[in-house]
């Protein structure tokens, strides 16, 4: 079953046992899923919902830490409660030391390279950590390497 078969079938039961919060995000989550179908024009991978559940997460995020900051606890609590309906579905995301460790191989590969090669330098590394790791993460880890040589 695809990762979209599974939010349709997680959010129709959710809803059948009153669980309206987990249903909504859900079937957000599945609205985003079915708006890039559409601009795309093809099916949709488990890597492409993943994608997606990715963005709808940063929002999430950003609500929560927004309402959290002006003393919204009534609304921080309902963000947290879809940030982790969201998160349950998405795949961990590596380590600070793993993502390291990447960087350093990857780095290591490529000879001699500098800071102003952070360009050249980022774009095979996201490539290959796309999905896993988050790209703030990646890129302090690649400032870090490169500012140590």
């Known amino acids: 079953m695809s990762l979209l078969e599974t ?17 909504n995000i859900l079937g957000m989550a599945i609205a985003s899923a079915s708006n890039y179908k559409i601009e795309i024009q093809k099916e949709l991978t488990d890597e492409d919902v993943v994608k997606i559940l990715r963005k709808e997460e940063k929002k999430l995020k950003e609500a929560f830490e927004q309402y959290s900051q002006n003393g919204r606890e009534d609304l921080a609590k309902i963000e947290k409660l879809q940030l982790d309906v969201v998160q ?24 001699e390279v500098k800071m102003s090669d952070i360009g050249k330098v980022m774009g095979p590394i996201m490539q290959e950590l796309k999905g896993k790791a988050d790209g703030n993460m990646v890129s302090n880890a690649v400032k870090q390497v490169l500012n140590s040589k």
Do not use: C, H, N, W
Not at 7 to 22: P, T, V, Y
Not at 88 to 111: H, Q, R, T
């Open 7 to 23: 939010l349709r079938k997680d959010m129709f039961e959710a809803r059948k046992s009153g669980e309206i919060d987990k249903a």
């Open 88 to 111: 349950s579905y998405l795949p961990m995301l590596m380590s600070e030391e793993d993502v390291l460790k990447v960087v350093k191989e990857k780095i290591g590969a490529m000879g």
